[in-house]
């Protein structure tokens, strides 16, 4: 597994990511053991980054990462591990809470201390922003990373889905760089490629993390667009590429996000362990530019401009 370090620090990551959004699965004795087979066959493959959200399972993928932990202990010290925060469910506190973001300083601290609590660590090495709140005030914020740095909870910021315009706003008022914007990108959202979000992680050096990078492929994307015809088109040309390359069409699309000069780190999420072995082929493809453009002809129906 290929390591580079996240943004502008030395904090090395796998350049795959494990995603432990499902590892608790419906929490029954089986899918608690199976989450805890994947991330022990994605620690044999060399993934060293795994990545968490206070929400993810209600809790309970911190809650059996960590029970994993506890059972080895060895494991903690070759770990990047992150955990997000911000996304509050509807009912959280009272009848009339609705779903909502919540960057307060109250909120975020308290759900720091909770991740901590149920990995079973010390500090996070990462610490995202999950979603912007609309309500932000980027000073509160600032003082809540301060306090979370000074006190050895935290070692380093991110943000998640966060627009250019956003980063910029609570950069400008951070005295830490924010290392990471973890977004969606996949074959069906390109919003990245033209929004100017990959441009400013190229131009700041910050790490763009894709989430759901097999949307559109492997599974359906989120808030699927693609017709049928789009659809065949694209797996047309995977199909051809998977040949040419002799690999998986879903491996494709992995190699054809690595190929982005911004140095994006596909999150893998699944739980099923060949496939997390079998996505490490994805960075050893020499994929070529002629072949990027063509998958985004296929993607797009027509040329570009």
Same mark, same amino acid.
């Given at each position: 597994?290929?390591?580079?370090?996240?943004?502008?620090?030395?904090?090395?990551?796998?350049?795959?990511?494990?995603?432990?959004?499902?590892?608790?699965?419906?929490?029954?004795?089986?899918?608690?053991?199976?989450?805890?087979?994947?991330?022990?066959?994605?620690?044999?493959?060399?993934?060293?980054?795994?990545?968490?959200?206070?929400?993810?399972?209600?809790?309970?993928?911190?809650?059996?990462?960590?029970?994993?932990?506890?059972?080895?202990?060895?494991?903690?010290?070759?770990?990047?591990?992150?955990?997000?925060?911000?996304?509050?469910?509807?009912?959280?506190?009272?009848?009339?809470?609705?779903?909502?973001?919540?960057?307060?300083?109250?909120?975020? &601290? !308290?759900?720091?201390?909770?991740?901590?609590?149920? /990995?079973?660590?010390?500090?996070?090495?990462?610490? #995202? @922003?999950?979603? %912007?709140?609309?309500?932000?005030?980027?000073?509160?914020?600032?003082?809540?990373?301060?306090?979370?740095?000074?006190?050895?909870?935290?070692?380093?910021?991110?943000?998640?889905?966060?627009?250019?315009?956003?980063?910029?706003?609570?950069?400008?008022?951070?005295?830490?760089?924010?290392?990471?914007?973890?977004?969606?990108?996949?074959?069906?959202?390109?919003?990245?490629?033209?929004?100017?979000?990959?441009?400013?992680?190229?131009?700041?050096?910050?790490?763009?993390?894709?989430?759901?990078?097999?949307?559109?492929?492997?599974?359906?994307?989120?808030?699927?667009?693609?017709?049928?015809?789009?659809?065949?088109?694209?797996?047309?040309? &995977? !199909?051809?590429?998977?040949?040419?390359?002799?690999? /998986?069409?879903?491996?494709?699309?992995?190699?054809? #996000? @690595?190929?982005? %000069?911004?140095?994006?780190?596909?999150?893998?999420?699944?739980?099923?362990?060949?496939?997390?072995?079998?996505?490490?082929?994805?960075?050893?493809?020499?994929?070529?530019?002629?072949?990027?453009?063509?998958?985004?002809?296929?993607?797009?129906?027509?040329?570009?401009?």
């Amino acid at each position: 597994m290929k390591n580079y370090c996240l943004g502008n620090s030395d904090l090395k990551s796998s350049r795959l990511i494990y995603g432990c959004m499902r590892i608790a699965g419906d929490q029954s004795v089986n899918d608690i053991d199976k989450g805890k087979q994947a991330v022990y066959s994605a620690v044999d493959a060399g993934y060293t980054h795994f990545d968490h959200a206070d929400i993810y399972g209600g809790g309970a993928s911190e809650q059996l990462f960590g029970e994993l932990l506890k059972q080895s202990p060895h494991l903690r010290d070759k770990m990047i591990i992150t955990s997000k925060a911000s996304i509050r469910p509807k009912n959280d506190e009272n009848a009339h809470a609705p779903t909502r973001y919540d960057f307060s300083k109250e909120y975020l &601290l !308290s759900s720091v201390e909770g991740s901590l609590g149920r /990995l079973g660590i010390e500090q996070l090495d990462l610490f #995202l @922003l999950h979603r %912007p709140d609309y309500l932000f005030d980027i000073h509160e914020v600032a003082e809540t990373f301060k306090q979370l740095k000074a006190s050895g909870k935290v070692a380093h910021f991110g943000v998640s889905n966060f627009k250019p315009s956003q980063i910029a706003m609570l950069q400008s008022v951070l005295d830490i760089p924010l290392l990471v914007n973890q977004i969606e990108i996949n074959i069906h959202n390109i919003n990245a490629l033209n929004d100017g979000t990959l441009d400013q992680c190229q131009q700041h050096k910050i790490s763009p993390i894709a989430w759901c990078p097999l949307g559109g492929v492997a599974y359906a994307a989120w808030g699927n667009t693609f017709s049928p015809e789009d659809e065949q088109r694209i797996a047309s040309e &995977l !199909s051809k590429q998977a040949i040419r390359y002799n690999c /998986l069409p879903w491996q494709v699309i992995l190699a054809w #996000l @690595l190929k982005h %000069p911004a140095g994006i780190f596909p999150i893998i999420g699944s739980t099923t362990p060949d496939r997390i072995i079998a996505a490490k082929q994805a960075l050893e493809l020499n994929y070529n530019r002629e072949d990027w453009y063509r998958l985004l002809e296929a993607r797009n129906g027509q040329a570009v401009p």
